[in-house]
Each structure stands twice: as structure tokens, then as C-alpha cells.
Nanobody
Framework: VQLQASGGGLAQAGGSLTLSCAASRRTFTFMAWFRQAPGKEREFVGAIRWNGGTKYYADSVKGRFTISRDNAKNAVYLLMNNLKPEDTAVYSC??????????????????WGQGTQLTVSS
């Protein structure tokens, strides 16, 4: 499965931005977003189950970020509102056969997009 992420850029604190991720095919159970800030580990941001559409979020983005999907396009979107400087990171989408006990773990995902940079200025 190939993933193509897009939509990163520069935003001001309090602003909004949407990231997109298109998959070449919909094979796995979960699609997720991770981010990695300079000098930090890659961390889970949010995920959505392809079947049923259940969404999950990291506590740090809950209430600010929203994941949505377009089944016809095999695409997943990450709408980011009320951005904060600490949201600055490289955001990557990933897909894999994660399960409920492991979907927050990057090791559960076998296919990754190339990453897109988000920079939030204060």
C-alpha cells in the first residue's frame, strides 16, 4: 500500500490546517496519523478504523483535531483547529492491521506516507 500525504505548511497559533492522506488501496484495518517533533519520539495523534469509522485521538489533540475519511477516495483527513506551537512536527499517515490494544503504537503500522511538515508560529 502506498500513502501520499499532503497539506502541511506554516500556520499561526490558533489557526487551522487540514492534512490529507490518500492510500493506493484500502487493505488494512486502521489509518492513523503520527507526528515527530525535533528531538522527540514519533507519537500517536489519531486513528480511524476503515470499517465502522470509529475515531481515536491522543489526549493532547482531543477536541482540537478531527479525523475524517472518504471511502470512495481511500483518503483520510486530519482537520487541525486551534493550533499551538507545540503541534509543530512532521506529520505522517500510516496504515496497518492494528488492533484495539495496539493502534497507538507505531509498530502496528506497516505502510507509511512520506511525512509533511507543520510549523505553528506563536
Amino acid at each position: 500500500v502506498q500513502l501520499q500525504a499532503s497539506g502541511g505548511g506554516l500556520a499561526q497559533a490558533g489557526g487551522s490546517l487540514t492534512l490529507s492522506c490518500a492510500a493506493s488501496r484500502r487493505t488494512f484495518t486502521f489509518m492513523a496519523w503520527f507526528r515527530q517533533a525535533p528531538g522527540k519520539e514519533r507519537e500517536f495523534v489519531g486513528a480511524i478504523r476503515w470499517n465502522g469509522g470509529t475515531k481515536y485521538y491522543a489526549d493532547s489533540v482531543k477536541g482540537r483535531f478531527t479525523i475524517s475519511r472518504d471511502n470512495a477516495k481511500n483518503a483520510v483527513y486530519l482537520l487541525m483547529n486551534n493550533l499551538k506551537p507545540e503541534d509543530t512536527a512532521v506529520y505522517s499517515c500510516a496504515t496497518g492491521n492494528a488492533i484495539l490494544s495496539s493502534f497507538k503504537s507505531k509498530e502496528s503500522y506497516s505502510s507509511w506516507g512520506q511525512g509533511t511538515q507543520l510549523t505553528v508560529s506563536s
